[in-house]
């Protein structure tokens, strides 16, 4: 069975930084892409960013310019560097990855808060 196991969330002030990892294990088929959503109370779901595994990136434009997304195929590991936390930012952070028989698998995520 696949599992992604997340970590490196926490509490920082604003303006401060986080990085998030996130590693696949399991009977795995290649992961196409990876990325990594967030989920604030009373909000919708909200993708943050993804990455191919050819390196290609998106980054939602709320963030883009602070967070890094980057992967290490070798060890089906993601990562998501945070930098210049806002408040607004707070939320849950989900790893998401996707294999070429179109399955799709879910962290269980992980707590990131910014406080003012």
């Known amino acids: 069975q696949v599992q992604l196991v997340e970590s490196g969330g926490g509490l920082v002030q604003a303006g401060g930084s986080l990085r998030l990892s996130c590693a696949a294990s399991g009977s795995i088929l290649r992961l196409i892409i990876m990325g990594w959503y967030r989920q604030a109370p009373g909000n919708q779901r909200e993708l943050v960013a993804t990455?191919?595994?050819?390196?290609?990136?998106y980054y939602a434009e709320s963030v883009k310019g602070r967070f890094t997304i980057s992967r290490d195929n070798a060890k089906n590991t993601v990562y998501l560097q945070m930098n210049s936390l806002k408040p607004e930012d707070t939320a849950v952070y989900y790893c998401?990855?996707?294999?070429?028989?179109?399955?799709?698998?879910w962290g269980q995520g992980t707590q990131v808060t910014v406080s003012p």
């Open positions: 998401d990855a996707h294999d070429l028989v179109g399955n799709a698998y």
């Open positions: 990455i191919t595994s050819g390196g290609r990136t």
